[in-house]
């Protein structure tokens, strides 16, 4: 696992001046102005991550997987799909923890619009009505097209750069929702149940972490069916 980071480049931070002091405990040197991550700890806190994910995923749990900065996007999206699971990869939605109820109601307008669309009930209306309607579903299916098949609040948060996503982070915290998030040096992880060292700014690196969470999922919906098989 610590030669397959290597690979990835998950061991790049930032440069000192850049690091939270939360973070101080994860460093392991120094090269070109650039500290370096300890992999043998980062790799100690994925599988940890992973633990924590094929339990929730084996007991039938969700996870919601958020990166929506542009380096994370597609990594995220592919690795919440491969495992069946909810995912924001466009701008963080606001109460989406914190409001739930009432986002909830936006996605259920969403489910009767695109339902009406696929039945062709919306034929009824006019060009011009059905213009609008299509703008409607576009517009919902951007924003919360990820979120439709999110239940309740989920049971963990998994996300790319805690920094970057800091309201969904504040948002889980109050929620009381565990938080599982790749980490640079760079992030206040104090608050992190499970905090995952790593690059999180380079593709290489964020699709290998996306990549194992989603993995242990799936493992742990597999291990589910098995038991339920016997």
């Known amino acids: 696992m ?7 480049g998950a061991h790049f931070g930032f440069s000192r001046s850049r690091r939270h002091p939360s973070a101080k405990q994860f460093v392991f040197g120094m090269k070109n102005r650039v500290e370096i991550i300890d992999l043998e700890k980062a790799a100690d806190n994925l599988v940890k991550a992973m633990d924590i994910a094929r339990e929730l995923s084996s ?27 909810p995912y924001v990869t466009e701008r963080w939605i606001g ?19 695109m339902g009406k669309r696929d039945k062709g009930e919306l034929s009824v209306y006019t060009k011009k009505e059905r213009l609008m309607f299509d703008r409607e579903i576009a517009l919902l299916e951007k924003k919360f097209g990820g979120v439709v098949s999110l239940l309740e609040l989920p049971k963990a948060l998994f996300t790319v750069d805690p920094r970057h996503e800091k309201t969904a982070i504040a948002e889980a915290i109050q929620m009381r929702i565990p938080i599982i998030a790749l980490a640079s040096t760079d992030c206040n992880v104090s608050n992190i149940e ?13 699709l290998f972490f996306t990549t194992e969470i989603a993995r242990a999922m799936q493992e742990g919906k597999a291990g589910d069916k098995k038991e339920q098989l016997t």
């Open 2 to 8: 610590v030669d397959q980071m290597f690979k990835a």
């Open 95 to 113: 109460g989406l923890f914190t409001n739930f109820h009432e986002i909830k109601k936006r996605v259920a307008r969403l489910e009767d619009l």
């Open 59 to 85: 007991a039938g749990k969700q996870v919601l997987f958020v990166g929506t900065k542009p380096e994370a996007r597609l990594h995220t999206m592919q690795a919440a799909l491969s495992c069946g699971m």
């Open 194 to 206: 499970y905090p995952i060292p790593g690059n999180d700014s380079t593709s290489s690196s964020i």
